[in-house]
């Protein structure tokens, strides 16, 4: 690996890392294009889609579990839901991870195309409930809810190499009723648990490049405590609009990009 792409990806990590912390997901879905794009963007290398995959499952992982740590310190992490969903999540998670070995490029393109798609369209439902249930006191979910969907996204997220929370921070908030900065906080405990059983899978599996891997998890650690300190100052709904055009565009990218093909 070149000195150009290593820094290359130190930088792509750090930026994934910030928008884990501040919007509560891995960073996958930042990650994934940017590894794809940017480096051959600047001239400085290329990683194919299962390398793209490793990497950004193992910067999941780490973004996950230092932006959780830091919301924890403000009370945004429900311990329940992290356990119930992040046991769900993981076990999907590892079996889509395994089973990605033996899928094609273009499938797995298709299937993250799909997950930020609907990712986009369900981020505002139920925003007006957001004021609400941030004055309640303890959080009350389904937890055989909050396991389906979990695991389901868990699976997916695992094929291609995603933590998943990009599409299960507006599923918790729709569908398990969690109010928005503990879904945010807690789908990043969630994320954590999950992306460990998803890196262990790519690791079986030998579809995690060594050098690529430590310099974007070496920019994810501080890029995660910087978003997670943004985030706990932004008014929810800001958190949501950020969430969707952040979605929006990724979908944009990723599906032009399948359909050119």
């Avoid at 925003?127 to 004055?135: E, K, N, Q, Y």
């Avoid at 990043?188 to 899978?201: D, E, K, M, Q, W």
Wanted: proline share 5%; aromatic share 4%.
């Amino acid at each position: 690996m070149t000195v150009a792409l290593g820094g290359t990806l130190l930088a792509v990590g750090f930026s994934g890392a910030f928008v884990a912390g501040l919007l509560g997901v891995g960073g996958a879905v930042v990650m994934i294009p940017l590894l794809l794009y940017v480096p051959p963007l600047l001239g400085v290398g290329r990683l194919d889609i299962k390398a793209v995959a490793g990497v950004t499952m193992t910067q999941v992982l780490v973004a996950a579990a230092v932006g959780m740590l830091a919301h924890r310190r403000y009370g945004a992490v429900n311990a329940e839901l992290a356990c119930v969903g992040g046991l769900a999540m993981a076990v999907g998670s590892f079996i889509g991870a395994l089973a990605s070995a033996h899928v094609s490029d273009q499938a797995l393109l298709l299937v993250f195309a799909l997950m930020v798609t609907a990712a986009a369209g369900l981020v505002f439902v139920g925003a007006d409930g957001d004021a609400p249930r941030l004055a309640e006191g303890p959080v009350r979910f389904s937890r055989t809810r909050a396991g389906v969907v979990a695991g389901v996204v868990g699976l997916a997220a695992g094929l291609v190499g995603a933590g998943g929370a990009f599409l299960l921070v507006p599923l918790l908030l729709i569908v398990v009723g969690v109010p928005i900065r503990v879904t945010i906080g807690t789908s990043l405990a969630i994320t954590a648990l999950a992306a460990s059983a998803g890196f262990v899978g790519k690791l079986v599996t030998a579809q995690i490049p060594l050098a690529p891997t430590l310099a974007v998890v070496a920019g994810a650690i501080p890029g995660a405590q910087l978003g997670a300190a943004v985030s706990q100052r932004m008014p929810p709904l800001w958190l949501r609009v950020a969430l969707f055009v952040l979605v929006a565009l990724i979908a944009v990218m990723v599906w032009s990009d399948l359909l050119s093909r």
